[in-house]
């Protein structure tokens, strides 16, 4: 059975300001009990302190993250420069899962680099498959432009055959494709589904101004940017579907994630996802 966690990403400046443990003892005060680390530094004293909340809190942590390469200014360490404590660190938290979160910037507009990427991960792939840890890509909407009419993740996952996907169903519909059905098409590969609503937002009354000011750019950035992320139930998704498919297609984690809070606070976003999804009947996924 798949269990209802939380992408670690929301919780960075909680992480930075009391600890992962203080941290994860309020996540799991609110219900959850599974997470996903993401841009959280793997310092010795962060994965002590995760560890004591695997054994005190019983938060399990579902995956780990890492960057194929050094990325200049992230806080995740790389497959390439540090396999071997990526290893220990997952072997010490009892995490049999590794996600790649998204693709080298330079890859994002050229095919050749995407397709160097994707060979390099599933070389890591099977060297991780010999310590019984999977590793994963998470997509964005940019893996659905069209390369001589074929999707960027279908290329991906062709020239990595070893890596799994981590389907995030907000990016896939602000990709363009329905959650449902790309869960569905990747049944097979999907053991971690990414838990973030798409909403239309209000526009704004100063795009107004603007308009009438005659600044006509500032209208349309205004227009275009009522694409918004959400806490679960709180936009235009059916989480219902989502989840009955996702646990159709034998996910392990399903992760709530929201990358801007539009000035909630992550434990107000956090409790009306956990109180959302009770409603909808998936207790029992906590």
């Known amino acids: 059975?798949?269990?209802?966690?939380?992408?670690?990403?929301?919780?960075?400046?909680?992480?930075?300001?009391?600890?992962?443990?203080?941290?994860?003892?309020?996540?799991?005060?609110?219900?959850?009990?599974?997470?996903?680390?993401?841009?959280?530094?793997?310092?010795?004293e962060n994965v002590a302190q995760l560890d004591r909340a695997r054994t005190e809190l019983g938060m399990e942590i579902g995956a780990l993250s890492?960057?194929?390469?050094?990325?200049?200014?992230?806080?995740?360490?790389?497959?390439?420069?540090?396999?071997?404590?990526?290893?220990?660190?997952?072997?010490?938290?009892?995490?049999s899962m590794l996600?790649?979160?998204?693709?080298?910037?330079?890859?994002?507009?050229?095919?050749?680099?995407?397709?160097?990427?994707?060979?390099?991960?599933?070389?890591?792939?099977?060297?991780?498959?010999?310590?019984?840890?999977?590793?994963?890509?998470?997509?964005?909407?940019?893996?659905?432009?069209?390369?001589d009419g074929r999707y960027l993740l279908d290329i991906i996952a062709e020239r990595a055959p070893l890596m799994g996907i981590e389907l995030d169903v907000h990016w896939v519909q602000r990709g363009g494709l329905d959650p449902v059905r790309t869960l569905q098409k990747y049944s097979d590969r999907v053991a971690m589904v990414h838990l973030k609503d798409y909403r239309i937002g209000q526009m704004p009354a100063e795009a107004l101004d603007s308009l009438a000011k005659g600044d006509f750019a500032a209208f349309m950035t205004a227009f275009t940017g009522v694409v918004q992320f959400a806490e679960v139930g709180e936009g235009n998704l059916d989480f219902t579907a989502i989840i009955e498919q996702s646990l159709a297609s034998d996910a392990k984690y399903l992760l709530v994630e929201q990358d801007d809070?539009?000035?909630?606070?992550?434990?107000?976003?956090?409790?009306?996802?956990?109180?959302?999804?009770?409603a909808l009947g998936y207790k029992h996924l906590f």
Do not use: C
């Open 1 to 44: 059975m798949a269990k209802i966690g939380v992408q670690a990403m929301m919780l960075k400046d909680s992480f930075a300001e009391v600890g992962a443990f203080e941290t994860l003892r309020r996540v799991s005060e609110i219900g959850y009990h599974a997470v996903e680390v993401s841009q959280i530094p793997m310092t010795p």
């Open 66 to 95: 890492a960057a194929l390469n050094k990325r200049p200014g992230a806080p995740n360490d790389s497959l390439t420069d540090d396999f071997d404590k990526i290893v220990d660190d997952a072997t010490t938290l009892h995490s």
């Open 99 to 147: 996600r790649i979160g998204m693709l080298p910037f330079d890859a994002m507009a050229s095919l050749d680099k995407v397709i160097q990427f994707a060979e390099q991960s599933n070389e890591i792939a099977g060297r991780l498959q010999e310590h019984g840890i999977s590793l994963y890509y998470h997509n964005h909407h940019i893996e659905f432009v069209k390369y």
């Open 261 to 278: 809070l539009y000035g909630r606070t992550v434990w107000q976003a956090l409790q009306t996802s956990y109180d959302n999804l009770v």
